[in-house]
């Protein structure tokens, strides 16, 4: 396989936002040959397929930041395209809750955020009105958001996939990148299974984008903490307890938006997540533990920084993890009557958060250019609401970039 073809484009990882990459990049050149590399024997694998499911209104980010602006417009195509393509998704609409008076001021910026972001139909609603759309919630007042919705993000992805391969896109599995040579005419990139040459490459690696960003550039500006979020499953007898999504006011000291309740497109509820830090950056579990990874985590200044700012929102994420009474206590904020015997233990996922040297976590994508590559070092939520247009957006600069090169 050493020296093989050369590819124009090889983007490294299979999850949503490399796929949606790669599948915008050949509706812009369809001549162009690009191959997909990936570490997993199946595409989504990681948090592409171990989210919430949500479909993001584009609420709660900064108007004007990448993430607001690629939620406005990735909202609208992922919608058309799961209707152009069968697969199921459901419009129905969230709430934002203040549990109590102090939550006020919170939700009216929340609010007027989603004012600048263009959305249409948003409300701030009273205690009267929430109990007609969610009967059982505990709140002082909420916005009621019509846009949130519900899928299924692996069959997005799979379906990224097939498309891709059926325009010529190339995708080979179970190749895990170990080592990136690159000159100014070329990047040879090598697997555990062999060797592939390209034009451009396009590094979408998601939990592990910083190390593979390492691979070729000692210049890398954040590093990649997991944090794991893990979720209960309502027992059925008590769905009737959720009919939208609810959702906390987040803590404005707290980059993560708190316990919620999400219906799931195939049926069900969960409640959850939280937040803690993983021992391992694939680590689903409490038990997954690896030690060169860890080790790597816990001695980044970024880390200890975070640590120090945040360590009592840390402690209590860490007790709600071991002790079901404690993630108890965090529903019944929302929905006071459930109780331990309602909810059993469901998934997980891994957040792939971006952190700075200086302790500042990343709030918007990131993307950095080393001449024909190009790394993607942070792509948080709403990534997969809004994956077909990152992929625009990221075919698009790659597109410019090689038109610079000739």
């Keep these: 396989m050493k020296n093989q073809t050369a590819f124009d484009t090889i983007i490294i990882g299979a999850g949503i936002v490399g796929l949606a990459t790669a599948l915008q990049l050949l509706r812009k050149t369809p001549n162009r040959k690009i191959l997909i590399i990936e570490k997993e024997s199946a595409v989504a694998q990681h948090q592409s397929s171990h989210n919430s499911g949500v479909i993001h209104s584009g609420i709660y980010y900064q108007p004007g930041s990448l993430k607001a602006t690629n939620c406005q417009r990735g909202y609208k195509w992922l919608l058309e395209f799961c209707e152009e393509h069968d697969i199921p998704f459901e419009i129905c609409g969230k709430l934002i809750v203040a549990c109590d008076e102090s939550e006020r001021p919170q939700l009216q910026k929340i609010y007027q955020k989603g004012v600048k972001n263009g959305l249409t139909g948003i409300e701030i609603i009273g205690q009267e009105a929430i109990k007609e759309i969610e009967p059982h919630v505990n709140a002082v007042a909420a916005i009621r958001v019509p846009q949130a919705g519900i899928t299924d ?17 190339q995708i080979e599995f179970n190749h895990k990148v170990v080592n990136i040579e690159q000159s100014p005419q070329n990047v040879i990139v090598q697997t555990t299974k062999g060797e592939f040459k390209t034009t451009q490459l396009i590094n979408c690696g998601g939990l592990y984008s910083d190390q593979l960003a390492k691979l070729s550039s000692d210049q890398v500006p954040i590093q990649i903490i997991p944090f794991r979020g893990e ?21 404005p000291n707290f980059p993560f938006l708190g316990v919620h309740f999400t219906r799931m497109i195939h049926g069900g509820i969960e409640a959850g997540p939280n937040a803690v830090l993983a021992f391992k950056r694939e680590g689903y579990n409490r038990w997954q533990i690896h030690i060169p990874e860890l080790v790597q985590t816990l001695q980044y200044p970024g880390f200890h920084s975070i640590a120090r700012k945040y360590w009592r929102e840390g402690w209590m994420e860490l007790q709600r993890s071991f002790s079901k009474r404690k993630f108890v206590t965090s529903m019944q904020r929302l929905i006071p009557e459930i109780t331990a015997e309602d909810v059993v233990r469901g998934r997980s996922g891994v957040r792939a958060t971006a952190c700075g040297a200086n302790g500042e976590l990343a709030d918007d994508y990131i993307l950095v250019q080393q001449e024909n590559i190009l790394h993607i070092l942070n792509a948080p939520s709403p990534a997969a609401t809004s994956s077909l247009s990152i992929g625009d957006w990221i075919a698009s600069k790659a597109l410019k970039i090689t038109q610079e090169l000739i």
């Design 231 to 251: 979720y209960y499953e309502l027992k059925a007898e008590k769905n009737h307890l959720v009919k939208h999504l609810i959702y906390p006011v987040p803590n």
């Design 153 to 169: 993000y692996l069959l997005v992805a799979e379906k990224y996939a097939e498309l891709f391969q059926a325009k010529g896109g």
